[in-house]
């Protein structure tokens, strides 16, 4: 009979089972079919998870054989789960996986003892050592023999191995498999040869082959050889930016210290002003520019030469270096004045304002008075003078004039606008450039080039000023926007009379048909010049219509996440009154026709099902997008607008949606080039409901397919298509994903 220890009968059993190693399986999984197919990525989780799953379900099976003394039946399943190792299908199954082979041959090592055989145990006992060094028998379950022939094996195939390098904190590998870092003391290895290197940033890597026997520890101490070197600056001022090279290794900080002052002062320097040495490591050996930089300081440029120091390995040290401050002052004056003036986003004051220090060098400058307008530009300062600067706020306006083409293709300056220049100046939302001798040059130059039969027949055409001509007169006169008014007279004494408006931003105009002798026509045309479009507008989050089926109009649809919805609106809820004023219509709850305002607080009496309750909601607002295509709109006016409100609005969020809009304005005018670059591939709008970053993308879509960009419209589309919440126009506009799938197929 062979020889049994009851401690051996009962192991204690792992608490992970079959369902928790299919999830250590999928785990592995992720890293491990990065760049496969996914027919391969199936059959290789497949094969995981099958090895997985019958190495634990045959260890499982063995521990019970183990425990109930039937050591045949037990080596027979822990023989299924070492052939899953040797197979190779565990390589990526992590340490869990290993763990449990190690534990079978733990079992099976003590099975082969338990029945008389030494030589296989001992066997077991090696092979499990190779799975893993530092497996620990559970000595308070396990005989003392089976635990000393456990360790005459170990001590038969494991040595030690200790490394020390100089300096320490080396990545110790064996076989191209990380270890630890130095120093490592007495770490156990099993005998044989292994290829041992040595990585440290800054050194050469260390490499050599080590034959390692059993019983015995290997020592090696590895002075390691330096491939870069440390490098020390200082410098007056402190928080200096040193560039090597182009990029940033580290700022100046602090002040410096005593053993340093006389070192600093014999270069010339003020130790009180120097900064605490900076160390930058790990700079390789050769020429390097080195650029030194601080705000309103002049740049210090270098060259520098780094050796090694293959001895020492000691820090370089360079003669320290004084930045010379750079600062300038700004006078600024303003059209209107008041306007607050910002400096790299920090305000100034605001105009006339007649003296600012601010740093040399390119600045950022804005200039801002709410319901005026803005002005925006990057200004050189110059050092050690006043800097002057007059801004006109709002789009500047040049209107050359109406000229008539009578029927003989004769062209001259007409006075038939007087109407028109009356009313201009009542303009708020532009400059006009003044009448002047220039002006009158422009007229004339004018009248010369188009009454020449080319021209002349494409005016009676209906064309407009050529091109080049616009783009010269706004850059003479330093315009965002030209108008021009060209009468036709035809035989029979019909005729039709135009305004062309023309912006900087593209060069097709925007044509206005109308009588300038009709002063609610002319007036109608002003007005919507005039206008500044709106970015938001006050929204409810609801929509409403009449019926036929009780007192006032019915819900049909509630924006989620909106006002309305977040107060309890339903669809079918009927709309009695609101604020107590009986409600018989549906216009009367639009917003502009109710003149409700934005935080207004509204009570809605509304009948659900038989019963009337009150809903208080209060008033928010929605971001309005301008149409492609509306006749009434003036859409290079609009361009302006939008361009301006995109430089200087105080929010972001409406930067973001005059951007938007400027970016419908061009695809208005077919210029999707303008559309993509300067607008839509630029706007940082969130994801969500409403206007958002699904809106941004839709448009996208359709610019790149104008473009005929095929695979980049299909992109975008596919990014509004999963945007379900996201709309068109404003918030409770049409989605946006609806509209994309349409495009997709």
């Known amino acids: 009979m062979p020889f049994s220890d009851s401690a051996e009968l009962h192991p204690t059993l792992p608490a992970w089972g079959i369902l928790g190693c299919v999830a250590l399986a999928l785990a592995v999984l992720l890293a491990w079919t990065a760049g496969s197919t996914l027919a391969q990525d199936q059959t290789e989780e497949e094969d995981l998870t099958v090895g997985l799953a019958s190495l634990e379900s045959h260890l499982k099976r063995g521990k019970e054989f183990f425990a109930d003394l039937k050591f045949p039946e037990a080596i027979a399943e822990f023989d299924q789960v070492v052939q899953v190792y040797d197979a190779g299908k565990l390589q990526d199954g992590g340490e869990s996986a290993l763990h449990s082979v190690a534990e079978a041959l733990d079992l099976r090592a003590r099975a082969y003892f338990n029945q008389g055989d030494r030589t296989r145990a001992a066997a077991d006992f090696a092979k499990l050592l190779r799975v893993d060094i530092d497996y620990q028998i559970d ?21 030690t191995l200790s490394v020390t390098t100089d300096p320490p904190g080396a990545v110790v590998y064996l076989n191209d498999e990380e270890i630890s870092r130095t120093p490592v003391s007495g770490r156990a290895v099993m005998g044989g040869t292994y290829k041992l290197k040595l990585a440290l940033k800054g050194f050469q890597d260390h490499q050599e082959d080590l034959i390692l026997n059993p019983r015995t520890e290997l020592k090696r101490n590895i002075k390691l050889t330096p ?42 320097l ?9 160390v930058i490591p790990n700079v390789e050996p050769g020429e390097h520019q080195v650029r030194f930089e601080k705000e309103c300081f002049e740049p210090q440029p270098r060259t520098i030469q780094v ?39 920090k305000s100034q004051g605001t105009t006339p304002l007649h003296q600012a220090v601010v740093c040399a060098g390119d600045r950022d400058i804005r200039l801002a008075k709410r319901g ?77 080039e188009l009454q020449q039969p080319t021209q002349a027949e494409k005016l009676r055409k209906g064309a407009g000023l050529p091109a080049a001509r616009v783009l010269d007169s706004l850059g003479r006169f330093q315009a965002d926007l030209l108008l021009v008014g060209i009468s036709i ?17 593209q060069p097709e105009p925007d044509i206005v048909q109308f009588d300038l002798a009709k002063p609610a026509e002319v007036q109608d045309f002003l007005i919507r010049f005039d206008r500044i479009p709106e970015l938001t507008r006050p929204w409810v989050g609801a929509a409403f219509t009449d019926t036929l089926l ?91 607008d939008y361009r301006q409100l ?59 397919l104008k473009k005929d960009l095929v695979p980049e419209a299909h992109t975008a589309f596919q990014e509004a298509a999963a945007s379900p919440e996201a709309t068109l126009e404003t918030n409770d506009g049409p989605p946006v994903a609806a509209r994309a799938r349409n495009l997709l197929q």
């Open 270 to 278: 003020d130790p009180a002003r120097a900064s605490a040495p900076l």
């Open 227 to 268: 491939n870069r070197r440390t490098l020390q600056f200082i410098t007056e001022p402190s928080g200096v930016n040193v560039l090597i090279d182009g990029a940033v290794a580290g700022t100046t900080f602090g002040s410096l210290p005593p053993e340093l002052q006389s070192q600093v002062k014999d270069a010339g």
């Open 372 to 448: 005026e307008g803005v002005w925006f530009d990057r200004v050189r300062i110059k050092a050690d003078v006043t800097n002057l600067l007059d801004a006109t706020l709002r789009p500047t306006l040049l209107y050359v004039g109406t000229f008539r083409l009578d029927e003989w293709g004769r062209l001259s300056w007409s006075d038939e606008d007087k109407l028109l220049l009356e009313q201009m100046k009542s303009l708020r939302s532009v400059n006009q450039v003044r009448s002047d001798d220039n002006l009158k040059s422009l007229r004339e130059s004018l009248v010369a």
């Open 307 to 345: 050796s090694l120091d293959l001895e020492k390995n000691s820090i370089q040290y360079f003669q320290p270096v004084a930045l010379k401050q750079e600062i300038g002052t700004l006078k600024v004056t303003s059209h209107p004045s008041g306007a607050e003036v910002f400096v790299d986003g």
């Open 489 to 505: 007279s035809e035989q029979g004494g019909k005729g039709k009379e135009s305004l062309f408006l023309y912006s900087s931003e």
């Open 646 to 704: 995109a430089r200087g609005a105080d929010d972001p969020f409406q930067r973001a949606l005059a951007q938007v809009n400027l970016g419908l304005a061009f695809m208005h005018f077919h210029a999707y080039d303008k559309a993509l670059s300067e607008s839509f591939n630029a706007v940082n709008l969130p994801a969500g409901g409403g206007i958002s970053r699904g809106t941004v993308r839709y448009y996208q879509g359709l610019c790149y």
């Open 139 to 159: 000595r308070r379950v396990v005989s003392p023999k089976v635990i000393e022939l456990y360790e005459q094996v170990k001590k038969e195939n494991v040595g």
């Open 550 to 640: 009780g007192e006032g109009p019915v819900v049909v649809r509630v924006v989620k996440s909106g006002p309305g919805d977040r107060a309890g609106l339903l669809a079918a809820d009927q709309v009695i009154s609101v604020n107590g004023k009986k409600v018989s219509e549906a216009k009367a709850l639009l917003v502009g026709t109710a003149g409700w305002k934005e935080k207004e607080r509204l009570s809605f009496a509304v009948r659900r099902e038989g019963t009337t309750q009150s809903i208080g909601l209060t008033v928010e607002s929605t971001p309005v997008l301008i149409p492609l295509y509306s006749p009434g709109r003036l859409y290079n006016k609009a361009l302006c």
